[in-house]
């Protein structure tokens, strides 16, 4: 079973850049979690959706971030502008029912 | 808020050994707690769920406990090998929010 898909793997783009990270999620479930990790503060979660609605987004840190999820298979985080205090490893998760998430293996972002 | 601890430095262990990984928290008893792998590179993999009325919990050569009373949690890996080296999270969930809250996680490098 292919498991949660994130694209692209590595992005190395110059700060003001727009950013835009991609997410596929297991099918058939409704939850899906967007997560940042970094050294200093570890796994950090940004936004979730259930049944791809927007139930929590206290954890995206400003204005610049957003996420969208337009259909069961799909969901995008974007960063316009990012900055370099962006850069971090941003992890896509899925789940069913209350079940425990499967983790893709994450996109790694750098911000010059 | 939750506040996890877990221990930032690294456990260094001979192979064959026990490996014992400890998850303290603070604020309000989680309903479940989970316990997860991270390799470098790669997204947390989830190993072990166990609910607060259970004592413990074990899958193979893991075991983890849950004092509700100490707010605390330990995970042993028995009989540790060197593939068992890696980052282990514990992650804590409020009843019914289907949103847990990761610890930092601690590394852990099993010798030959």
């Known amino acids: 079973d292919a498991g949660v898909i994130q694209s692209p793997r590595h992005e190395v783009t110059e700060m003001g850049q727009e950013v835009t990270l991609r997410c596929k999620p297991i099918?058939?479930?409704?939850?899906l979690f967007w997560y940042r990790q970094t050294m200093m503060r570890g796994l950090e979660l940004l936004i979730y959706?259930?049944?791809?609605?927007?139930?929590?987004d206290s954890g995206m840190p400003e204005d610049r971030f957003s996420a969208k999820m337009p259909n069961a298979s799909f969901s995008t985080l974007k960063i316009q502008p990012s900055e370099p205090r962006d850069s971090a490893v941003y992890f896509c998760?899925?789940?069913?029912?209350?079940?425990?998430?499967?983790f893709g293996d994450g996109t790694r972002l750098s911000i010059l | 808020s939750q506040k996890i601890e877990q221990n930032s430095e690294a456990l260094n262990i001979q192979e064959g050994k026990t490996a014992t990984l400890t998850c303290n928290y603070t604020n309000y008893s989680p309903a479940y707690l989970q316990w997860y792998r991270q390799d470098p590179g790669r997204g947390p993999v989830f190993l072990l769920l166990?609910?607060?009325?259970?004592k413990e919990k074990r899958k193979e050569r893991l075991k983890v406990t849950f004092d509700t009373t100490l707010k605390q949690s330990l995970f042993h890996i028995t009989a540790s090998q060197p593939a068992d080296s890696a980052t282990y999270l514990c992650a804590l969930e409020k009843g019914g929010s289907y949103i847990p809250t990761f610890g930092r996680g601690t590394s852990l490098i099993v010798h030959p």
């Open positions: 959706f259930n049944n791809n609605v927007p139930i929590d």
């Open positions: 099918s058939g479930h409704n939850s």
């Open positions: 998760a899925s789940s069913s029912g209350g079940q425990p998430q499967h």
């Open positions: 166990i609910r607060e009325n259970e």
